[in-house]
């Protein structure tokens, strides 16, 4: 019964906790003004036609001008149902928007967590064990070296140094005859392709790097607090190897709050540095698909 309660109470703050990121999430956008609306209205004035008459054209026609109450119920249901409403910047339901996204994110996503989960992991354990040596300073060195620099700035140092003083354009999947540092990405290839992999090679590093760096950071300092615990001493008087005691011991004892910060750091990523890749690395992806550049100008998809 103990069990049961628990579970239950937990489901009901979830759900609760959902309602009111979902409410705050639409009281946000119904306060915040509508760059659809603004658009039309300025495309009218330009035309010498009433702006205020179009821009109140363009909420009627999408629903935008009805009462609060209403709106919100509408979309709650919708959202209970799997409507995520239509993206005007694409001109489709916005499900189908992700659906013909996601598999460009995934494929240079997916990798980088478990290149970061990995390596992360295996470094920032492994420094905690050997505190204040070579390899502890190291590690520290690519930790604080990786949270550092910007994404943004090292995805165009990677390019300028792989596609213009290496003189080697395989890595981007192109020729150097049609290197473009805004049409390279060539979305024909099979995912599995050589040419495929080599142009997902660049973005794989630059998302990596940052979370390499803070999961060394979260899985040390979690394997500092077992480093001189009485059952890692008692595995190393019985002889087992540092790699046994890492992962059968410490890593085992760790894992639940680092898989925490794991998720935390998974969803920062997909919801801000993949943003930031998809626009560098022109990749069509959902990040770019949520805020498209266009002139340097974002448009936001608005549900009608």
């Given at each position: 019964?103990?069990?049961?309660?628990?579970?239950?109470?937990?489901?009901?703050?979830?759900?609760?906790?959902?309602?009111?990121?979902?409410?705050?999430?639409?009281?946000?956008?119904?306060?915040?003004?509508?760059?659809?609306?603004?658009?039309?209205?300025?495309?009218?004035?330009?035309?010498?036609?009433?702006?205020?008459?179009?821009?109140?054209?363009?909420?009627?026609?999408?629903?935008?001008?009805?009462?609060?109450?209403?709106?919100?119920?509408?979309?709650?249901?919708?959202?209970?149902?799997?409507?995520?409403g239509y993206s005007m910047s694409q001109e489709k339901p916005v499900t189908e928007a992700i659906a013909d996204a996601w598999i460009f994110s995934a494929q240079y996503f997916i990798p980088?967590?478990?290149?970061?989960?990995?390596?992360?992991?295996?470094?920032?354990?492994?420094?905690?064990?050997?505190?204040?040596?070579?390899?502890?300073?190291?590690?520290?060195?690519?930790?604080?070296?990786?949270?550092?620099?910007?994404?943004?700035?090292?995805?165009?140092?990677?390019?300028?140094?792989?596609?213009?003083?290496?003189?080697?354009?395989?890595?981007?999947?192109?020729?150097?005859?049609?290197?473009?540092?805004?049409?390279?990405?060539?979305?024909?290839?099979?995912?599995?392709?050589?040419?495929?992999?080599?142009?997902?090679?660049?973005?794989?590093?630059?998302?990596?790097?940052?979370?390499?760096?803070?999961?060394?950071?979260?899985?040390?300092?979690?394997?500092?607090?077992?480093?001189n615990s009485d059952f890692v001493k008692t595995a190393r008087a019985k002889g087992a190897s540092m790699w046994r005691i890492l992962i059968a011991h410490v890593l085992r004892v760790a894992?639940?709050?680092?898989?925490?910060?794991?998720?935390?750091?998974?969803?920062?990523?997909?919801?801000?540095?993949?943003?930031?890749?998809?626009?560098?690395?022109?990749?069509?992806?959902?990040?770019?698909?949520?805020?498209?550049?266009?002139?340097?100008?974002?448009?936001?998809?608005?549900?009608?």
């Open positions: 019964m103990g069990m049961e309660w628990y579970v239950a109470r937990r489901l009901v703050w979830a759900i609760i906790a959902t309602w009111l990121a979902v409410s705050l999430t639409f009281g946000l956008l119904l306060t915040a003004p509508n760059p659809g609306a603004e658009a039309a209205a300025a495309q009218c004035a330009q035309q010498d036609r009433n702006a205020e008459e179009c821009r109140q054209r363009y909420l009627e026609e999408r629903g935008l001008n009805r009462p609060a109450h209403v709106q919100y119920v509408d979309y709650m249901t919708d959202l209970a149902q799997g409507d995520l980088s967590i478990i290149i970061s989960a990995l390596a992360g992991y295996g470094i920032g354990l492994y420094s905690a064990l050997n505190k204040y040596t070579i390899t502890d300073y190291f590690g520290s060195f690519v930790a604080y070296f990786g949270i550092s620099i910007p994404n943004f700035w090292f995805a165009i140092v990677l390019i300028l140094v792989v596609g213009v003083y290496l003189r080697d354009a395989s890595l981007l999947g192109v020729s150097l005859e049609s290197l473009s540092l805004r049409t390279y990405y060539e979305t024909s290839y099979d995912i599995f392709s050589v040419q495929n992999i080599k142009q997902l090679i660049l973005p794989i590093i630059v998302l990596s790097t940052a979370s390499v760096a803070s999961q060394m950071r979260y899985s040390r300092a979690q394997a500092l607090e077992y480093a894992l639940v709050p680092l898989s925490t910060i794991l998720i935390v750091d998974i969803l920062a990523v997909l919801f801000a540095g993949s943003f930031i890749i998809e626009a560098i690395f022109q990749i069509p992806g959902l990040g770019r698909s949520n805020s498209l550049l266009s002139h340097s100008k974002t448009q936001i998809s608005w549900r009608p």
